[in-house]
């Protein structure tokens, strides 16, 4: 088992507040685990800067109606298929599908594909979510 370290954080007493609002809203059970959460959100994104093996997925929504438009964004995942690893289609409604795909790579790579999907003409909105192989956090 891995020792757990004690230690005092001094803070402003409006920003704790803050803090306890914040640990209240997502439910934690106790200050720790929330400090824990936001480390290792930003170790996460030190990995994506420091251009490491990350994981992701991309969350796009466009009208298929959109001339051509479902062509090009299938032609550009077939341009990164060795980064893409999984994808589903999800048709929204008469007009409009969701895609979400799993991509894995540099986090370079990863933002590559992202920007190239998310910037076809006729996606209406996309969103990249950076995470981690897990392999560096504890």
């Not at 020792?3 to 954080?9: D, H, I, Q």
């Not at 209240?24 to 824990?36: D, F, G, I």
């Not at 589903?88 to 991509?103: G, N, S, W």
């Amino acid at each position: 088992m891995r020792k757990l370290v004690r230690f005092g954080v001094s803070l402003d007493h409006d920003l704790l507040n803050a803090f306890d609002r914040h640990i209240e809203r997502r439910k934690y059970t106790n200050r720790s685990e929330a400090l824990r959460d936001l480390i290792r959100n930003n170790l996460v994104g030190q990995e994506w800067d420091e251009n490491k093996e990350t994981v992701g997925t991309i969350t796009f929504v466009y009208d298929h109606h959109v001339r051509d438009l479902t062509n090009k964004l299938t032609d550009i995942q077939h341009d990164y298929h060795g980064h893409i690893l999984s994808g589903m289609h999800v048709h929204l409604d008469h007009d409009h599908c969701l895609e979400v795909l799993v991509v894995k790579g540099k986090g370079s790579e990863i933002r590559k594909v992202a920007d190239a999907l998310v910037s076809v003409k006729g996606v209406k909105h996309g969103k990249l979510t950076m995470t981690t192989t897990g392999k560096a956090l504890r």
